[in-house]
């Protein structure tokens, strides 16, 4: 069977996923430092250094970013911004380039890793990141496998759950909600703090209702469509909440790669969004055709 030509429309949407998930993190490597510190600024890696006969000075440097951890973390940024190239260079049958990318959800996992070791080992700090770290991933196997696969779409699946119950575990406060969400939602809304947490509450139900909603046919695509919707919602408030005409540059290089490198929490639920309509409509379409009724009725 030939691919559907709208399948090219979908490796662009994950293509587009990516390559805005990677150029957000390539932002935060170059203009402020990726959170590497904590992995680094440990006993255990000091006492690697004195094996490797590195001084506590040549391995933490004078501030200047002459140290080897500013100068590992700096070269970091280079990675991360070949990452964001080969997601708009790689092809089909580019088997380094997918190699390369695949080299790019590593770098997010280990980044992932960094996130959830900074915020004392919570679980949901790890997991959501999961549809961050599969958005390179999603975009290799659609290129080797195609948009359509079935393992390409059991891993959008596992990316969106992974992002969605990690929200979902924050905003119905089974782990310390950050303030981050109530601040944005007091900012945005104009509402109270209590008004605040209990609209974040039933966000958070959402999140896990959604979670399974997927699972089932006759709800998989309006799960999917709302949280495009919601995923897009979030990622936005960042800058929404935090821009001001106050701010240098009114805080766009604070807060813009906020919303960029989030691109994956709406545009793989919208890939499966349009991956399930598609389906649909061509079981619709079988269905007419055994059963000789068309479009007319006849």
């Known amino acids: 069977m030939k691919p559907l030509k709208a399948d090219s429309h979908l490796v662009l949407l994950l293509r587009v996923g990516a390559f805005l998930c990677l150029a957000g993190w390539t932002w935060v490597h170059f203009?402020?430092?990726?959170?590497?510190?904590?992995?680094?600024?440990?006993?255990?890696?000091?006492?690697?250094?004195?094996?490797?006969g590195i001084d506590w000075d040549e391995f933490v440097?004078?501030?200047?970013?002459?140290?080897?951890?500013?100068?590992?973390?700096?070269?970091?940024?280079?990675?991360?911004?070949?990452?964001?190239?080969?997601?708009?260079?790689a092809r089909k049958k580019s088997y380094l380039q997918m190699m390369g990318l695949l080299g790019g959800g590593a770098l997010l996992g280990i980044l992932a890793y960094a996130r959830f070791i900074g915020a004392q080992c919570q679980i949901p700090m790890l997991?959501?990141?999961?549809g961050q770290v599969l958005a390179p991933v999603l975009l290799v196997l659609a290129l080797r496998l195609g948009a359509r696969h079935r393992v390409t779409i059991a891993a959008a699946m596992v990316a969106m759950i992974l992002t969605f119950i990690g929200h979902g575990c924050y905003a119905l406060n089974l782990w310390?909600?950050?303030?981050?969400?109530?601040?944005?939602?007091?900012?945005?809304?104009?509402?109270?703090?209590?008004?605040?947490?209990?609209?974040?509450?039933?966000?958070?139900?959402?999140?896990?209702?959604?979670?399974?909603?997927i699972f089932l046919k006759v709800s998989r695509r309006s799960c999917a469509l709302y949280?495009?919707?919601?995923?897009?919602?979030?990622?936005?408030?960042?800058?929404?909440?935090?821009?001001?005409?106050?701010l240098n540059y009114w805080g766009a290089d604070q807060f813009i790669h906020e919303a960029v490198l989030r691109a994956p929490h709406y545009v793989i639920p919208l890939y499966l969004f349009l991956v399930w309509r598609r389906s649909d409509e061509l079981e619709t379409v079988s269905a007419d055709s055994k059963t000789g009724t068309g479009p007319d009725g006849h």
């Open 176 to 213: 310390p909600m950050p303030a981050t969400f109530q601040a944005m939602t007091t900012e945005i809304l104009g509402v109270e703090h209590e008004t605040a947490t209990s609209l974040l509450w039933w966000a958070g139900i959402l999140d896990f209702v959604v979670c399974v909603g």
């Open 227 to 246: 949280a495009a919707i919601w995923g897009l919602l979030t990622a936005i408030a960042r800058p929404v909440a935090g821009m001001s005409f106050s």
């Open 127 to 130: 997991v959501e990141h999961g």
């Open 61 to 89: 440097g004078t501030g200047a970013n002459d140290g080897l951890v500013q100068r590992w973390i700096g070269f970091t940024s280079w990675f991360y911004l070949a990452a964001t190239i080969l997601t708009v260079t």
């Open 31 to 52: 203009y402020w430092e990726g959170p590497y510190g904590v992995l680094l600024w440990q006993e255990s890696s000091h006492a690697l250094a004195e094996r490797m």
